[in-house]
């Protein structure tokens, strides 16, 4: 096993690193294997509260590749001034890691094979030094497994160097691949009125999201890219397109066309106009405020969309960004799965248990095991799942950074209230009447089975089509009582 060659205790983290072992490099702190990343904001996070590493501490690894902003990686070195910037993030970090680590040691409590596991795969989890990049909301992280190509890791060139295209919409009326919309470029220009302001209903990583009004009055969302992320974003853009062609399932928003062309991507799709879960989850007083039959029928949709993707779908699709930010509601308040922006296709071979891919994703909604060893399979989808299904329950995000500390890991107040029996107190004081109209026992399936799916480990998660029996049975309990 990898010998530790150094080992400080700052405060009330213990940060060791090995030798290279089998040329990897193996970093923890409190004993959670962590990459280079993690490691070198906890180092500049404890030397600016002036802890003394020590000499055997090397700083020349921390030379890290910088996620700036959503998706956009930038190859930066990392010096000590940057400590003070770091420190927020490495808060964030910690409080992700207390998440785990409790999660971490639920599982070691339930599941006795599970030390030996944890054991085994964690030396599996280093990325290459020239891989890391930092965590921020949503993050990408690299394995160190020789099938993915370096090239994919190295910065994109500089905003600057992306070609700016003299004329925005001087475009071929031709555009160069059509989805069944077969939409110019100038269609989309007058559609949206050239992308107005007025039209504009969001904005996420990839870039801005426009309404817009076909000329057969067809109303669309039309998403697109923002140019300093095109080279960054071009197989994003590609994985979302070639995914989203592929599928038709009511819970899963529809691809309708896209522009790939000179200096413009552009994804159309359904408009869903009803807002994300989330808007819907934060609405005030008066707002509209989501009870708890709305609840679970949004969460049996999500969970429909995603037994589709997992395994009904031509091949198996593994979302990877499934949020309240990305289920978008309709009037009805049925639930459509969005943003395929992170989606990989799952393994092709049955033999193949996952893939080994770089860890992108949410922080909060991402599967520990994935984080820690870069192997992707559905059940990571299933781990977001059972977050979103604690979201959904609580109202609260699965990081509250603002809250007591006891209770900034959602998911981790929501276990303890849960085993003391108080379940009630975990119930989003938004939905109406929840004490009367819905009962303990129903209350208690439903956290046991979100906790289920964000177990630890893969292993114990159960697979979403298991999840939507149990979510049935849950409704026609619910629905049985209501009646009586
Ligand atoms: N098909 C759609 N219909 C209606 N509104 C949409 C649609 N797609 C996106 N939006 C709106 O645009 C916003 C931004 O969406 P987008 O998918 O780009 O980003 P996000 O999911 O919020 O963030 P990120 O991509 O960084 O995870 C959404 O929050 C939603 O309000």
Redesign the pocket.
Known sequence: SPSFVASSICQSDHLTYTKPYQQRVLFTINGIPVDIVRFCEAIRFHKAKGCILGDSFRHDFCTVQYLRG?RFLEEKLVDDSKSIESESEYHHFKVTMAASGFLLWCCALCCPCFHKERKANSHEVLPKESNSVHQVS?FEMSPSSDKIPPSSFRAPPSPSRVPQSPSRYAMSPRPSRMGPLNLTMSQIATATDNFSDNNR???????I?YKGILEDGQVV?I?RAKKEHFENLRKEFKSEVDLLSKIGHRNL?KLLGYVDKGDERLII?????N??LREHLDAGDHGRKLNFNQRLEIVIDVCHGLTYLHSYAERQIIHR?IKS??I?LTDSLRAKV??F?FARGGPADSNQTHILTQVKG?VGYLDPEYMRTYQLTAKSDVYSFGILLVEILTGRRPVEAKRDHDERITVRWAFDKYNEGKVFELVDPKIPNARERVDEKILKKMFSLAFQCAAPTRKERPDMEAVGKQLWAIRSSYLRRSIE
Not at 201 to 207: A, D, K, R
Not at 269 to 273: K, S, W
């Open positions: 959503r949503s209903i969001g904005e996420g990583g990839f870039g999201v969302a998403k928003v799709t359904e408009y869903v106009r807002g994300t960004d930010s990305n978008l969005a943003d922006g949410t």
